[in-house]
């Protein structure tokens, strides 16, 4: 199976700082079927990016995901205090579908 | 706004069968090009692909957990459910309902529900 890396595990930053964070693949993903999740306490998790790069609807503009292959990353322009919780990445071009443990994004 | 709410035991002892159900509301379970999915989250541990189903029967399941897991789709109440046999404390997790979309198996979930609690012990 597809083994997903995400790095870091978790991150200490402050409102209206740039984070990037990482999905590496253990193989190609085919077509890039890689997702972005958010998941903040007691809630469903939320989809952010598709196929890499492809924003869902309603997700605001400063959340960007790029990478191809076997790299991915996701990147928040500008820390919103609404967007500190959980993200992770999921493959889900072959069966079957993993996930990445998860970076965990915390107020400093 | 679709929404999905599993139910079923938070208990359930070795060896039996866990039993879950997802609702869905606001949209239908016989549309397509959609899949209905399981995922669950072991306690400290990573997600689990558990597998999904096509309201037309068609199903994917994750290898290693194929032998133990049966999905089914209820049109007419509009829920699909998962039923787990022989179970053991390793499949003590969070249980996540999703809502995925393609006209594959390799489908996007765009629809997670918030999760229930199964705790196998005797």
């Known amino acids: 199976e597809n083994v997903l890396t995400q790095s870091p595990g978790a991150l200490s930053l402050s409102p209206g700082e740039r984070v990037t964070l990482s999905c590496r693949a253990s193989?190609?993903?085919?077509?890039?079927?890689l997702a972005w999740y958010q998941q903040k306490p007691g809630q469903a998790p939320r989809l952010l990016i598709s196929?890499?790069?492809n924003r869902a609807t309603g997700i605001p503009d400063r959340f960007s995901g790029s990478g191809s292959g076997t790299d991915f990353t996701l990147t928040i322009s500008r820390l919103e205090p609404e967007d500190f919780a959980v993200y992770f990445c999921?493959?889900?071009?072959?069966?079957?579908?993993?996930f990445g443990q998860g970076t965990r994004l915390e107020i400093k | 706004q679709l929404q999905l709410q599993e139910s079923g035991p938070g208990l359930v002892k070795p060896s039996e069968t866990l039993s879950l159900i997802c609702a869905v509301s606001?949209?239908?379970?016989?549309?397509?090009?959609?899949?209905w999915g399981w995922v669950r989250r072991p306690p400290g541990k990573g997600l689990e692909w558990i597998g999904i189903?096509?309201?037309?029967?068609?199903?994917y399941y994750n290898p290693s957990l194929k032998s133990r897991v049966t999905m089914s789709v209820d049109t007419s109440r509009n829920q699909f459910s998962l039923k787990l046999s022989s179970v053991t404390a390793a499949d003590t997790s969070v249980y996540y309902c999703?809502?995925?979309?393609?006209?594959?198996?390799?489908?996007?979930?765009?629809?997670w529900g918030r999760g229930t609690l199964v705790t196998v012990s005797s």
């Open positions: 999921q493959q889900y071009g072959s069966s079957p579908y993993t």
């Open positions: 196929g890499a790069s």
């Open positions: 193989q190609s993903v085919w077509s890039n079927y």
């Open positions: 999703t809502k995925a979309v393609g006209v594959t198996a390799s489908s996007l979930i765009d629809y």
């Open positions: 606001g949209g239908s379970v016989s549309g397509s090009p959609y899949w």
């Open positions: 189903i096509h309201y037309t029967g068609d199903t």
